[in-house]
């Protein structure tokens, strides 16, 4: 697994790319301060997660591998 950051500053890029039999396909592209990849697994993949800091609200979202792709599991709402 590959895994690409833009910069290194405060709500930057993630890529996350896997080899499969068709070749190089992006899994994850995700907007975060950091990520860090746990060690549970969904799918065979680990579980990752991204941690959001606000003016209105900080927390983590959580992404699973459905087989294909990363989804989030929890989207953060903003009011």
């Known amino acids: ?3 690409g950051q833009r910069s ?4 930057t890029h993630f890529w996350i790319f896997r080899e499969t039999p068709q070749g190089v396909k992006l ?3 995700a907007f975060a301060d950091s990520l860090s990849i746990g060690n ?3 799918n065979d993949l680990r579980n990752i997660y991204t941690p959001f800091h606000t003016a209105v609200k900080d927390g983590t979202i959580r992404y699973i591998f459905n087989g294909n792709t ?3 599991e929890n989207t953060p709402q903003y009011r």
């Open 27 to 29: 899994v994850l592209f």
């Open 1 to 3: 697994m590959l895994i």
């Open 40 to 42: 549970q697994k969904t």
């Open 8 to 11: 290194r500053a405060h709500a």
């Open 70 to 72: 990363y989804k989030a």
